[in-house]
Structure formats: structure tokens, C-alpha cells
């Protein structure tokens, strides 16, 4: 990897990371990133996979405080995490490249349109708040068959997966967005993790692309928090939500073409 390579990916990291804070979409610029620097897109998903979980682990870190009380809670929900990512990982290896090709720009243009027409977090914690408001509340019993569902798309490709999840515990558990937000980092940081693994035993990453990229992510979700206090964060997401969409375009037309 050259030079330039290398502070390309980088750079596409950071743009990663401050999209993931903002839309849950860091796959949107680092996927197609790894393409550009002549990645198949099997090995570029994996590749992608592999530097993603660096942003997990300090998602994961960051967010201890709102964890505190919730190891029980969390059991289920990790194991239906490490099951999903598992099996989406294994969904993938047993994918052809060609046919990984062609599910991909479905996949981006899925997530950029639930991006698109999705309420933002906040007015899905005051629904979820204002369901349970007056009665104590459980978890419901299918909320791990939710999360082992998400986390199968999320071993598997995982653009927006962190926005399914986190939609899913806003509206189900009763929790504001900190705590919520807290679950789906831990939760989605499993699935990535275990699919991780499994890429690193069963196929190949690219390490020398793996770790510009990760760098980038790691910076992209530092400025991320920043960039959201600041900016208009519904104009964003929509933004980066028809960005979304050209590009499935895109790869739809190169995969079909």
C-alpha cells in the first residue's frame, strides 16, 4: 500500500466515523473506500468489519456510566448479539464474491432509506418513554429474537444495523437515549467483535488498509459528538441518507451493468 493509499483511507476513516455518529451509516464512505484502493468486496467487508470494532471498543469504554445496573439485562442481549454476528459472519463466507456484489447495493440502498424517512433518536426515546410511562416495565420476551435478528445484518454487512438496534431499545425498553445508546454500543460492539474473529480465521483481511482505516475511525469518533452538539443533525442524516442512495445506485450499475 502506498503512501497516498494510506492517508486516503485514513481520511476516509475519519468521514466514516463522523457519519456513523451522525447517521449510523460508517459503512456509506469506508466500504467504498477499501473498492477504491482495489479491494474485492468480499475482502473489503471484512477488511471493513475488522477496523469497525476499534470503534467499538471505544464506544464501549465511553459509555460505563450509563452500563451501571445493567449486566443482567445486558446477558441475553450480548448473547443474542455473539449468536447474530456469528451467524451473519458465516452468511457471508459462504456467500459468492459475485453474489456479495450484487446483494450490496440493496443492502446500501435499504439503510440510506430507513436513514431517510426515520424519526430521530430523541423523538423515539419520548415515544418509547411515554409507552411505558406509569407501569413498571419489562423487557419483552422476542427483544433478544430482535437483537440476534439486527446483529445477523450486522456480521453480515452492517450499514445502519447501530440504528435498527438502537430504534429497537428506545421504542421496547423504556430507556432514555444515553442508557439505550449505551446497550447498542455494547450489543453491536459483540456482534462485530465475534464476526471479527471469524474473518480473521476464516478469510483475509488486509491489515495494511485495515489499520489506516481504523486510525481514521477512531479520529472520525472523537470529532463525531462534536460535529452532532453543532450542526443540524436531521439536515445531516438526510444528507448523508441521499448520498447513500447515489452510491447503491452507483454500485447497483457496476454490479449489473
Known amino acids: 500500500m502506498s503512501v497516498w493509499e494510506f492517508g486516503f483511507l485514513v481520511l476516509a476513516g475519519v468521514g466514516a466515523g463522523l457519519t456513523g455518529s451522525i447517521a449510523g451509516l460508517a459503512s456509506l464512505i469506508s466500504y467504498p473506500a477499501l473498492l477504491a484502493v482495489g479491494l474485492p468486496p468480499v475482502t473489503a467487508n471484512v477488511t471493513n468489519t475488522a477496523a469497525l470494532v476499534v470503534v467499538g471498543v471505544g ?101 445502519a444495523a447501530g440504528v435498527l438496534m438502537l430504534a429497537t431499545f428506545l421504542l421496547t425498553t ?36 485495515a489499520l489506516p482505516l481504523a486510525i481514521g475511525l477512531f479520529l472520525g469518533s472523537l470529532i463525531g459528538p462534536r460535529v452532532v452538539r453543532r450542526a443540524p443533525e436531521t439536515a445531516l442524516r438526510r444528507v448523508i441518507a441521499v448520498a447513500g442512495l447515489g452510491l447503491a445506485v452507483y454500485l447497483a450499475v457496476e454490479a449489473y451493468g
Request: charge should be positive; charged fraction near 15%.
Open 59 to 159: 464506544s464501549v469504554s465511553a459509555s460505563r456510566p450509563e452500563l451501571k445496573g445493567q449486566g443482567r439485562r445486558l446477558l441475553p442481549l450480548m448473547v443474542a448479539g455473539l449468536l447474530g454476528g456469528a451467524t451473519g459472519a458465516l452468511l457471508l463466507l459462504l456467500t459468492p464474491e459475485g453474489g456479495f456484489e450484487k446483494i450490496v447495493p440493496i443492502l446500501i440502498g435499504a439503510a440510506s432509506a430507513a436513514i431517510l424517512v426515520q424519526r430521530s433518536p430523541r423523538e423515539l426515546a419520548l415515544e418509547g418513554a411515554l409507552a411505558h410511562a406509569g407501569r413498571p416495565h419489562r423487557d419483552q420476551w422476542w427483544l433478544p429474537v430482535a437483537i440476534f435478528a439486527i446483529s445477523i445484518y450486522g456480521g453480515y454487512f452492517g450499514a
Open 174 to 209: 423504556g430507556e432514555g437515549l444515553p442508557r439505550s445508546n449505551a446497550m447498542r454500543n455494547v450489543v453491536l460492539g459483540v456482534a462485530n467483535t465475534v464476526a471479527a474473529i471469524g474473518f480473521v480465521l476464516f478469510a483475509s483481511i488486509v491489515w495494511s488498509a
